[in-house]
Structures are given as structure tokens and as C-alpha cells.
């Protein structure tokens, strides 16, 4: 076991998986820092230092930087993985999905269907998601609803270094096409990772917190935000179960589920808009299956319906806090019919 960044837990999931299949191949702009062009190879490792050092180890064969242009190296990508290749696409930001729509959502989504289930594209696509870093509101997006909308596309959004490694290995060895999601304010999280290569299912949920008040769903960068509230109110007898679904597509129903049945209460906390998000997905799936379970109305903690302020004050006002979900929870455990 060693301590590291969620940022290392992906490099290193990327360089096992290369070592131990020499079809897995690494695709994107600024991956190798310019590779071929006057000044230094291998400078940048992506937008965020994810991929440095990884150009040095393997090569321009194996790490592929490519022009600016996510539609061309998103298109290659898919027409490698339909010949033999485990192509992982580094997209930069998930905002930039709408310069390769067609080619993730109509093409390497509808693949295998179109085949018959005769062929496959085990297709990895990378990308950093969600605000915090003043990016502003086209690079700052949390996009995994949209991804979870189009059928043959699996979509992991991890929480955790330890998460962020399993689920990785995980994705680049299935056949079919996976968007890995990566929040930005995650990179630089440290815990304890073991050094070896395993595997997380995607489909399954984890647990993170027991309780027996009220369950809060949440993802990636706000299963911290929901824990930290879990925490807040420990002190006034609030016991919180926070569920992490990992996978928003496949999603772990039954685990949600059982947990609502249990509990009786439900808040969602997502970092998106409210509209059609994974929250409402979460608060329908909630209502059909476990109506009669519920004690109170469902709540959705979300961003507001507006595209994400570049002014650090207004960006933090933007993005859900642990005020706003202890507020939602003692709300909804104190609600009376």
C-alpha cells in the first residue's frame, strides 16, 4: 500500500494496464506535451498532469499526442478499438463532448448494437469534470447525465484514489465504451492505495457511512460534501447512510433502493443543473420502486439552472456545500405529513 493522489491512482492504473496489454494505447492533446514539435517531450501530461511521465516510458507509438481536434482523434480512437486496440482517450474537459457528439453517442455508443453484439469497442474516454478551479462555464460542467442517457455507453464517476484505480483497470478491460469522469478538486486527494493491480465491478454501489435516518445519494467530488454533512450531524442524532453509486450507468438500483426502504427519507446530491440530472433519474427511480417506504418528499441538492460564473465568489456559490445538504437532510427528517 502506498499514499497517493487520486491523480497518481489513475497513472498508475494506466501504466499496469499498458505494461500488461500492449494493445492499450494512450490518445489526446498535450498527453505527451507537444511530442515532435521544438521543445521539451513529454512537458504537460494533459491539462492537469495526469499522463506525465508516461510518454518517457512508452513511447510515441503508445502515447499519441494529437491536433486540436477532439472530433479526428475521438473518430481514429474508435476505428482503433473496432480493429483490436484498447485506445483510452484523454478528452480534456467533458464539456468538450459536444465537438465529438456523433462520434461517442452516435457511433461508438450504438456499435455494438448495430453489429448484432458481433463486434465490440472497448474504448476508454477520459475527462476532468465539475467547478471548483475557476475554470469557468465551458470547461466546468459535470456532464455524466448526459453521458448516462445514450444506451452502450458505461459511465464511472469515482470519489476516491483507491475507486479511481479499481474502476479504471476495470473500464479499460471491458469491451464496451467507458467515460471515466474525473473531478477536478479530486486530484490532489492522498489515501492509501495498494500498489497491485485489482478490479472494482461497475454497477456497484459503496456504502460509505451507515445510518439509519435518511439516505443521501451522491457522486464523485460530492460524496465528500454529503460525508461532511453526515459528520456535521452526528452531534444532534442524525444518522446518515451516504451511498457513492460509482457508476451512473450501470447504476445500482437495488442498493439505492434497499437503502430508501430502510430509511425512508432520500437527498440527492448532485453537482449539475437541476434539470433532468442524475438526481431527478435517482428521484424517479426512488418513486416508482420504493413509494410506499417514503416518510417525506425526495430532495434534490443541485446547482443552480445557470451556466457556472468564472468570479471565485459567485463559482462558490454555485457549486452545492455541506450547509446546503445538512439543511436539505434536517428538512426532510424533521418533515411532518
Known sequence: ???????????????LEMHRDESVILIGEDIAGGAGCDGEDDAWGGPLGVTKGIFSEFGAQRV?????????FTGAAIGAAATGMRPVVDLMFNDFIAVC???????????????????????????????GIGTASQHSQSLHS???????????????????KGLLITAIRDNDPVVFL????????????????????????????EGEDITVVALGQMVHVAMEAAENLKGSGVNVEVIDPRTTSPLDEETIIESV????????????????????????????????????PVRMVTAPHTPIPFASNLER???P?????????RETVEYKR
Open 182 to 209: 474525473e473531478h477536478k478538486l479530486l486530484y490532489d486527494r492522498v489515501e492509501e492505495v495498494p500498489d497491485e493491480s485489482y478490479l472494482i465491478p461497475l454497477g456497484e454501489a459503496n456504502i460509505l457511512n
Open 146 to 164: 448526459v453521458f448516462s442517457f445514450f444506451p452502450g455507453l458505461k459511465v464511472v464517476v469515482p470519489s476516491s484514489a483507491y475507486d479511481a
Open 64 to 72: 499519441l499526442d494529437t491536433p486540436i481536434s477532439e472530433a479526428a
Open 261 to 296: 426502504e430502510q430509511t425512508g427519507r432520500l437527498v440527492i446530491v448532485d453537482e449539475t443543473t437541476p434539470r433532468c440530472n442524475f438526481a431527478c433519474d435517482v428521484s424517479a427511480l426512488v418513486a416508482q420502486e420504493a413509494f410506499g417506504a417514503l416518510k417525506a
Open 321 to 329: 456545500d455541506s450547509f446546503r445538504v445538512e439543511t436539505a437532510i
Open 1 to 15: 500500500m502506498s499514499r497517493i493522489t487520486f491523480r497518481q491512482a489513475i497513472k498508475d492504473a494506466l501504466v
Open 101 to 131: 457528439f456523433d462520434q461517442v453517442c452516435n457511433q461508438a455508443a450504438k456499435y455494438r448494437y448495430l453489429y448484432g453484439g458481433q463486434d465490440s469497442i472497448p474504448l476508454v474516454l477520459r475527462a476532468n469534470t465539475g467547478a
Open 317 to 319: 456559490l454555485y457549486i
